[in-house]
């Protein structure tokens, strides 16, 4: 049978397998681009006239469908089967059931999910009372899912459908990040229900196993205080006040900055080294020894200063990956600094064990208030370098390039900011 269509996104992905476990439950082909870059492919003219939201997964069909959105991608795979599909409601009460629990799956479970893991995985800023709420919520709906599940194994009709499909999706997550087998105690019927949804041979041959959580992810990211201070001078109320709240001061929060003030540092004299010519030539250059030589003969003591800087918490980061998504986090909230900063934050060590480590040049003498102003800036020691000390200078060229016998342990990755 000819493919029924191309499914564009990266791979592997939970939005992603929605529509693939359909397929390999209907044993329907599905083209699918393993080699989808993420922010690249997604944003060209042409992915644009067919999908305008510019969001993944999407999918074009051979019967000149255009799509958006993996659920909806999900139930048309499933309507590939046929009127009678096994995976779509045989009644017209099973269909919309099949629909609200995909609305309830996106609309209510997602965001709350979204919103308690991501701000760990550093993909989204940890605002403690927003992360709060979040998780209430998302212990909420699996309360809410574990209760409907209690005498049932699927969760419309007696057969599985494109909802438990969707909606197993959804919840890979927290089972493998989130729920520790405590947890799971009090969501007995959904865990149940979760394994036997996992466990399917069409779900396994596109997923794999689901390796169950053994211990939490934990908030490793810096958390931004002047939200929680703001927050917590006000009481605590109802959830949905509570909510606008949140919003609230993160609306604030990001508020701040305006009426945009022209930084003081553009009052300073003219320095003799140009920041951009800098930031161009490391770019272009390998950094040892050509750009750190170029920096050397270049630097201009008088209108920059180094700064060494580490984090607080190394004891609290976990796994690699997370800390130096943690450096990325970071860095999106400096963005008001780029024109005055320059700087590689590097991930070092080993899961369980790393630390962040790096050096930073920035105009002028002083941290400037475009870099204080970040709300992590706190969970960061800046300690001011003298990069003539010839210690200091080996352990800068090592940061900036990544690598070296200066680096105070192994670097897995790190991030440069310029
Ligand atoms: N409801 C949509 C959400 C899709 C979505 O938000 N995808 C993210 C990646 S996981 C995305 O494309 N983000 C890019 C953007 O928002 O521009 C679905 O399930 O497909």
Redesign the pocket.
């Known amino acids: 049978m000819a493919p029924i269509g191309t499914l564009y996104?990266p791979m592997p992905?939970f939005?992603n397998y929605?529509p693939r476990v359909v397929a390999q439950f209907l044993g329907l082909e599905l083209n699918t681009t393993p080699n989808f870059s993420?922010?690249v492919d997604?944003k060209t003219p042409e992915y644009l006239a067919k999908f305008p939201?510019?969001?993944?997964?999407t999918f074009e069909g051979a019967k000149g469908i255009n799509l958006?959105?993996?659920?909806?991608?999900a139930y048309y795979v499933a309507s590939q089967a046929g009127s009678d599909s096994p995976l779509l409601g045989r009644t017209a009460e099973e269909t919309a059931e099949i629909l609200q629990f995909i609305l309830f799956a996106?609309a209510d479970l997602?965001p709350a999910v979204a919103g308690a893991i991501y701000p760990i995985l550093g993909f989204m800023p940890f605002v403690k009372p927003a992360h709060q709420h979040s998780e209430e919520q998302c212990f909420r709906f699996l309360g809410v899912l574990n209760s409907l599940l209690v005498d049932k194994t699927f969760l419309v009709g007696e057969r599985i459908t494109v909802a438990d499909v969707i909606v197993a999706c959804d919840l890979i997550t927290v089972y493998q990040l989130y729920l520790t087998s405590e947890d799971r105690k009090k969501y007995r019927n959904l865990t149940r229900y979760f394994k036997t949804i996992v466990n399917q041979p069409a779900f396994k041959a596109v997923v794999g196993e689901v390796v169950l959580c053994t211990e939490r992810i934990k908030p490793a990211a810096p958390v931004n205080k002047k939200a929680e201070k703001k927050a917590e001078k006000k009481p605590v109320e109802q959830p949905k006040k509570a909510e606008k709240k949140v919003e609230k001061e993160v609306e604030e929060e990001e508020e701040e900055p305006k009426p945009k003030p022209k930084s003081k540092l553009d009052l300073l004299p003219p320095p003799k080294m140009i920041f951009d010519d800098w930031k161009r030539f490391y770019s272009n250059n390998n950094t040892k020894p050509d750009a750190m030589n170029w920096l050397w003969e270049n630097y201009d003591d008088e209108g920059y200063s180094f700064w060494k800087v580490e984090y607080k918490y190394n004891n609290e980061l976990t796994k690699l990956f997370m800390t130096n998504n943690l450096i990325g986090g970071f860095f999106s909230r400096l963005e008001r600094a780029r024109k005055y900063a320059f700087g590689s934050l590097l991930t070092l060590g080993k899961d369980d064990d790393n630390m962040i480590w790096g050096y930073f040049i920035v105009r002028g003498k002083e941290v400037p208030e475009e870099v204080t102003d970040a709300a992590d800036y706190e969970s960061f020691n800046w300690s001011p370098a003298d990069h003539k000390d010839p210690k200091t200078r080996a352990e800068i060229e090592d940061c900036f390039a990544w690598e070296g016998p200066n680096l105070p342990r192994e670097c897995y990755d790190g991030k440069t900011f310029k």
Do not use: H, Q
């Open positions: 996104g992905n939005r929605k993420f922010g997604n939201s510019g969001k993944v997964p958006s959105d993996s659920s909806a991608i996106e997602m």
